[in-house]
């Protein structure tokens, strides 16, 4: 039973699967997906980073690849059959990778069948950490894929669009996993009315939606509330430049735990680095200037706080 599985252990984890997502396009989600993987890898690690943005995937280019023939779409459309298959060299020890589509698969054309099998193949693989960078946006896949991981980080920048998308992804987060463990048909309609403002259909907060739900079954949404509090959701504050951009993470944490009952692990700010962007447009490979950007240097420290804890989400079966 769905409800049952809701409180999850802690476990060992052989594998870490991190999801870096965030909603928005362009807040450096592909930049500290690879910055993170050379950190994890410099520190001893087997690494594999996976590019999941598969509408633009361009992880390959931070490590001044050309597109490569291979890549994640052509183990989706079974023209590989073995994932092992599509894992490249990214030039760096114990660093691999697993690109993107080279022939725009949508995200969002993704089957049930195709979805279930990438994903269950992710997992079994066999490396330390594995990072998986998501495309902007909040369509399904992109959400079960963060919800899969052991650990899903969030990038902001702190543009108040960035900062809105963001929010906007931890609610579909959560009404995605609501969706994905509630069975009963009364309560799966209270979860289609939705969250948000301004309209009289939907409620106004996810607490309303969770009083809705503790009112016609209480054990579960006792369950839900306890399942929410071991989510392992970090975020990461991109791009800053002020102080005024400093301080927002740690008031970001406190809003979602406020407003969505999800507890936020803030991790912390990495600077804006213009040499970073210009050397990016000239396709020069990140490691190049590695360790001396004070952007690695902000990620080498978020590094040493990642670590195994809790799934994030449930095992990839509901749909
Ligand atoms: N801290 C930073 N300092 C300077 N430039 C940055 C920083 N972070 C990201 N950038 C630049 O911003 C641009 C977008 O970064 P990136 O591609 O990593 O974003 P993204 O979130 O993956 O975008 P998309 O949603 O399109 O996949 C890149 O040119 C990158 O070099
Ligand atoms: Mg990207």
């Keep these: 039973m769905a409800q049952e599985g809701l409180i999850k252990k802690r476990r060992t984890i052989e594998n870490h699967i991190l999801a870096i997502g965030g909603g928005k396009g362009g807040t450096g989600k592909s930049l500290i997906t690879a910055c993170l993987g050379i950190c994890l890898a410099d520190r001893g690690s087997e690494v594999l980073l996976i590019d999941a943005d598969l509408g633009t995937a361009n992880l390959h280019t931070f490590f ?20 092992d298959s599509i894992i490249i060299k990214t030039g760096i020890n114990n660093l691999k990778l697993i690109p993107g589509a080279q022939d725009m698969i949508g995200m969002a054309n993704l089957s049930y069948g195709q979805k279930i099998r990438t994903l269950n193949n992710i997992k079994k693989l066999n490396y330390r950490h594995i990072l998986i960078d998501l495309g902007p946006g909040t369509s399904f896949n992109t959400l ?102 400093r301080a927002i993470g740690q008031k ?6 406020k407003y969505f009952g999800i507890p936020i692990d803030f991790l912390g700010t990495v600077s804006y680095d213009t040499k970073v962007r210009k050397d990016l447009l000239q396709r020069k490979p990140i490691e190049a200037y590695f360790p001396h950007s004070e952007v690695f240097k902000e990620l080498a420290e978020i590094t040493q706080k990642i670590s195994p804890s809790y799934q994030l989400g449930l095992d990839f079966s509901v749909d």
């Design 64 to 83: 001044g690849l050309e597109p490569p023939q291979i890549g994640l779409s052509d183990f989706i459309t079974r023209r590989k059959s073995s994932i």
């Design 252 to 257: 970001m944490a406190i809003a979602a735990r």
């Design 144 to 245: 079960d894929f963060f919800l899969i991981s052991h650990c899903g980080i969030l990038i902001t920048s702190p543009e108040p669009t960035s900062i809105e998308n963001t929010y906007h992804f931890m609610k579909s987060l959560f009404l995605r996993h609501l969706r994905k463990t509630i069975t009963q048909k009364a309560l799966k309609s209270l979860i289609d009315k939705g969250v948000g403002q301004g309209d009289g259909e939907k409620f106004d907060s996810v607490f309303d939606l969770l009083e809705a739900i503790e009112k016609i079954d209480p054990k579960l949404g006792d369950n839900i509330a306890c399942h929410l509090s071991t989510l392992d959701i970090k975020l990461i504050v991109n791009q800053a430049r002020t102080d005024r951009d």
